[in-house]
T-cell receptor
Framework: QKEVEQDPGPLSVPEGAIVSLNCTYSNSAFQYFMWYRQYSRKGPELLMY????GNKEDGRFTAQVDKSSKYISLFIRDSQPSDSATYLCAMSDPYGQNFVFGPGTRLSVLP | DTGVSQDPRHKITKRGQNVTFRCDPISEHNRLYWYRQTLGQGPEFLTY????????KSRLLSDRFSAERPKGSFSTLEIQRTEQGDSAMYLC??????????????FGPGTRLTVT
């Protein structure tokens, strides 16, 4: 079993839809959870990071963490064609030394 | 602040040759990370530095790979005797080292290596 699992997609949605992206993990040492967006042939761009279970909101993005289920989610409201990219979840131990990324979900938002 | 920069952006080399990549982190960041990313996969951790000290290396990092950060600023990643399996995007990221900031890693554009 991989440490971090993520549905690779591709996921296609119409403009304005609510998008739900998810990751599961197996290592209970992970305490920090990040979401990155990566456009084709570019480096990943940090969207959000969270610590502990619960929700964190930033504009159209909401990150949700459920440590008891080892499950994290990213919700995108009012999706736009410019949101079309690969979304990577990442997680880390408390010391910021062991970063593990999921394989990414490719999202297409159709106008 | 110009962000993390990497050079070159693309490198094509023949199998068996040595290659070296450079990363310039954000100036006030004292942590620097190297990752490798292949098509359809997330970045895979290779190694990281805090200032000039290399603190961790992935068990997956072959002896053909070496990284340096001599003055705690820019870093180089060298691959000796390249193999076709080394073809990938090599990403550099930097962050501050405080507990709350170390999770905010900023990535460079990457160096795409093709080994023929």
């Amino acid at each position: 079993q991989k440490e971090v699992e993520q549905d690779p997609g591709p996921l296609s949605v119409p403009e304005g839809a609510i998008v739900s992206l998810n990751c599961t993990y197996s290592n209970s040492a992970f305490q920090y959870f990040m979401w990155y967006r990566q456009y084709s042939r570019k480096g990943p761009e940090l969207l959000m990071y969270t610590y502990s279970s619960g929700n964190k909101e930033d504009g159209r993005f909401t990150a949700q963490v459920d440590k008891s289920s080892k499950y994290i989610s990213l919700f995108i409201r009012d999706s736009q064609p410019s949101d079309s990219a690969t979304y990577l979840c990442a997680m880390s131990d408390p010391y910021g030394q062991n970063f593990v990324f999921g394989p990414g979900t490719r999202l297409s938002v159709l106008p | 602040d110009t962000g993390v920069s990497q050079d070159p952006r693309h490198k094509i080399t023949k199998r068996g040759q040595n290659v070296t990549f450079r990363c310039d982190p954000i100036s006030e960041h004292n942590r620097l990370y190297w990752y490798r990313q292949t098509l359809g996969q997330g970045p895979e951790f290779l190694t990281y530095f805090q200032n000039e000290a290399q603190l961790e290396k992935s068990r997956l990092l072959s002896d053909r790979f070496s990284a340096e950060r001599p003055k705690g600023s820019f870093s180089t990643l060298e691959i000796q005797r390249t193999e076709q399996g080394d073809s990938a995007m090599y990403l550099c990221a930097s962050s501050r080292s405080s507990m709350i900031d170390s999770y905010e890693q900023y990535f460079g554009p990457g160096t795409r290596l093709t080994v023929t």
